[in-house]
């Protein structure tokens, strides 16, 4: 008789819980910012991390990695086979879906998508992760929902790449006028906002049966003072802030402890790189500087990372040792160590690099005075600071280093076209946590091989090493033998130091209480990656 | 500025002046005025508020608030004047001469100038920046920053100029001259003391104004670059400050900057007033 009250109150809790429970709500619009213009709003071609949220938003996408359990769920295709360890991978796809213009998906989208992806012309940041440069991709529809993707070499986890992937409709005029993601586009004033409306035709319901996404709109503005940013936050204007500076994360946990929150350590790192790309309109001595490896760990020696942690970052970041942040468990290289600063050994490395450092004023071989330029985005606070900071750091071995913010699209077209530049300070957004998704920016015929991309063949002996190395670990069958082989690639940047990487910042977001099923994932793109799913309390 | 001889001196003016000045030796001795240079960075003590030490605290650096302050104060009370001199320079040269000539001359300056009110200038600073060299160094950039706003700043000036002197041209003294055969060149001359309060207050509605748009070039990175301090990229520092988190007064030495441009601008207006009411 005792037991009865407990086993009433258990079975009762269910009800009681389903009668609390909060229905999301339909309608309404959301409202953010972003910093820039997203550059392309055709997803095949978006390498930038505005141009990819759009296309994150908008994109139907063969598999998803859901940024929560870091799994690959089904999305357009209700299932995958993969054969020839990643040479072939065969689809069945969803059937009855419709793109957001009321076109049928059919097999002969996912074709044609991959079509243009590997087609030279379209230029995607995507291409190389498929092998583009091996030989041909071929793409074999077997009837309206069943198609098989053959590649020039076996990809191994293959089907993570599709996540950056989405589907377009063969029979569109544009690609981003049919969508099968939660969200289409339909107005556009160039520099100021975007509107993405919901896709009347979006095939997914909430677990009520209710249709998604809850969100009637979304409005994007672009909005390049975070500052201003911050305020149309609090006045109610904005109703989300991804990725916010340390200070301002401070300021909001002091005003609002329920809006902001520190999701620890992120996947994202803050880099600086040099120029190394031969064509680059530089001074030959600067070149040398920049290809020796001496001189580049030099440079790694001489910044503080512990300072950058501590100053800019209020302590919201941790020193970087490598590309993949401690955040990555499964693929980090733990033996990796943070450089420790050591102004000595900077000099004593340039002095056995044929540098002389005299009167404070380091000169190189042929007696020219080392200075340089960084460039970094302008109206990026946390980074203006680390520039300066480096600046300091670097005066101290003798360089004169000019701190140059430039606005984004500028400095974007500096580093990807014309290659007029010495130094670049940014961060890295990294979406996917598997190493094929960094193909793009660790092999040498990379478009996002940031300090010489797109080389036709390995320009030093060490990118070669790390070509081998990324082959060997996407085609392995073995996960012991992916990890060692992904490990020596992080052992290899580390060793070169083509890259220093300096913090890896925590991710830290903020949204109002109104904002329902707040979830915000370590993952770009913390709050937005269930957007389907987020609905505005009245 | 020699219009001040004809304004009494009384003991409010007199204030002014003295503060001018002061302020200006402040800015001119700056280093021996400080401990520190405006770009040592003090890691450990970063965002600190005033001390002994630190009359004004230390920015997100660790850098002195006040070092910083009186070096930012010398770069901008020396450039921006200069590139105001600059403007008015050609706007005098420019607007006088369509003036005087009239005809075809006066309409291409008179187009001239309307097509430069009505181009987004800032797109050919961003040029001129995408042009500098990436090296450039700091004080070569601020300079080449105030002499662009100077080039630019001609045109709304040359307008004013130009129906000042259009004006002149009309009256008895000068159809005097003309009829006894005084050169033009000779008539232009002496036309430039009754043209000097137009100039005066061009000069001085301009100085605020290239101190404020160098602070917004900032933002674009055209502006003056890490670590050297200008006025205005003190101002643009204390935006996250104006973006309303503190209470106005919460931090209230941030805001010095703001207190020696308004200090300087309104003993500026003070002094010459006429100058300036024009």
Not at chain 1, 62 to 89: V, Y
Not at chain 1, 159 to 165: A, Q, S, T, V
Not at chain 1, 290 to 304: D, N, P, T
Not at chain 1, 321 to 331: E, H
Request: some cysteine; hydrophobic content about 45%.
């Amino acid at each position: 008789m005792k037991q009865r009250p407990a086993i009433l109150l258990f079975l009762l809790a269910p009800i009681a819980i389903a009668a609390t429970a909060e229905s999301p709500r339909s309608g309404g619009q959301l409202t953010f910012a972003l910093q820039a213009e997203p550059k392309t709003l055709d997803g095949l071609k978006a390498g930038d991390e505005n141009s990819s949220l759009i296309r994150y938003l908008t994109g139907g996408m063969l598999i998803r990695l859901n940024r929560h359990t870091q799994q690959l769920e089904p999305e357009l295709a209700i299932s995958w086979k993969t054969a020839g360890a990643g040479k072939s991978i065969a689809f069945r796809l969803r059937e009855g879906l419709s793109f957001s213009n009321g076109t049928p998906f059919r097999a002969s989208d996912v074709c044609y998508t991959f079509g243009r992806l590997m087609d030279p012309s379209v230029d995607s940041p995507f291409a190389d992760n498929f092998a583009a440069g091996k030989g041909k991709t071929t793409c074999q529809a077997d009837g309206n929902y069943g198609v098989t993707l053959t590649f020039p070499i076996a990809i191994n986890a293959v089907e993570r790449l599709f996540d950056d992937i989405p589907i377009q409709s063969a029979s569109a005029a544009k690609p981003e006028s049919a969508a099968m993601g939660p969200f289409v586009v339909t107005e556009q004033q160039a520099g100021v906002y975007l509107i993405l409306s919901r896709n009347p035709n979006y095939w997914k319901r909430d677990e009520r049966g209710a249709k998604l996404p809850y969100l009637d709109s979304l409005r994007i503005e672009v909005q390049r003072n975070r500052d201003l940013e911050l305020m149309r936050f609090r006045k109610g204007e904005l109703h989300l802030v991804n990725n916010l500076d340390p200070e301002s994360f401070d300021r909001v946990k002091s005003e609002m402890p329920d809006a902001a929150r520190d999701l620890g350590v992120s996947i994202d790192a803050e880099q600086l790189w040099f120029n190394q790309v031969p064509s680059a309109p530089l001074p030959a001595n600067k070149k040398a500087w920049f290809a020796s490896r001496e001189f580049r760990q030099a440079i790694s020696l001489a910044i503080s990372r512990e300072d950058i942690v501590r100053v800019v970052y209020r302590g919201h970041a941790s020193p970087a040792s490598g590309i993949i942040s401690p955040a990555n468990k499964l693929w980090w290289n733990s033996s990796l160590k943070v450089p420790a600063t050591d102004t000595a050994q900077a000099l004593e490395k340039l002095r056995r690099d044929g540098f002389t450092f005299k009167d404070g004023v380091l000169k190189d071989r042929t007696g020219e005075p080392v200075e340089f330029s960084i460039i970094t985005n302008s109206g990026n606070k946390s980074r203006e600071r680390i520039a300066a900071l480096i600046q300091q750091d670097l005066k101290a071995i003798g360089i004169r280093v000019t701190v140059v913010p430039l606005d984004f699209p500028s400095l974007i077209s500096r580093i990807t076209e014309n290659f007029n530049y010495e130094l670049c300070l940014l961060g890295v957004v990294i979406s996917d946590t598997d190493p094929n998704g960094l193909g793009s920016v660790i092999e040498s015929s990379g478009a996002g091989h940031a300090w010489n991309p797109n080389q036709k063949a390995p320009a030093t002996d060490w990118e070669a090493e790390l070509d081998k190395a990324m082959v060997a670990q996407a085609s392995a069958a073995d996960m012991a033998k992916r990890k060692a082989a992904f490990d020596r690639v992080q052992q290899i940047i580390a060793d070169q130091a083509p890259i220093l990487y300096l913090a890896n910042r925590h991710s830290l977001v903020a949204a109002p209480a109104r904002l329902g099923n707040f979830d915000p994932s370590i993952l770009w793109p913390q709050i937005l990656w269930n957007a389907d799913h987020l609905y505005l309390r009245p | 500025m020699g219009a001040a001889g004809a304004n009494p001196v009384t003991p409010f003016r007199a204030v002014c002046a003295v503060v001018l000045v002061l302020l200006a030796l402040a800015a001119l001795f700056a280093g021996s005025l400080t401990r520190h240079s405006y770009d040592e960075q003090m890691r450990v003590i970063p965002d600190a508020p005033p001390s002994k030490d630190f009359p004004l605290g230390t920015d997100e650096l660790g850098r002195d608030r006040l070092a910083r302050l009186l070096y930012g104060a010398r770069v901008s009370f020396a450039l921006a004047p200069v590139a105001a001199l600059l403007s008015v320079a050609l706007a005098a040269l420019l607007g006088g001469w369509a003036a005087f000539q009239g005809g075809w001359c006066e309409r291409l300056i008179t187009g001239t100038s309307n097509l430069t009110l009505s181009l987004p200038w800032l797109f050919l600073l961003m040029g001129v920046r995408a042009a500098l060299p990436l090296n450039t160094s700091p004080a070569a950039s601020v300079s080449i920053t105030f002499a662009l706003l100077g080039v630019l700043g001609w045109a709304g000036p040359a307008q004013v100029v130009r129906s000042g002197v259009a004006s002149l041209l009309a009256s008895d003294f000068v159809r005097g001259a003309r009829s006894r055969g005084v050169s033009k060149p000779r008539i232009l001359l002496d036309l430039l003391p009754n043209l000097r309060p137009a100039l005066s207050a061009q000069f001085w509605t301009s100085v605020p104004l290239f101190i404020l748009a160098e602070a917004n070039l900032g933002m674009l990175g055209l502006g003056v670059s890490e670590p050297l301090p200008s006025l205005g990229n003190l101002l643009h520092g204390l935006e996250s400050q104006v973006a309303g988190w503190d209470h106005p007064f919460a931090r209230y030495w941030l805001f010095a900057p703001v207190l020696v441009l308004t200090l300087v601008l309104s003993c500026l207006r003070i002094l010459f007033p006429s100058e300036v009411h024009q």
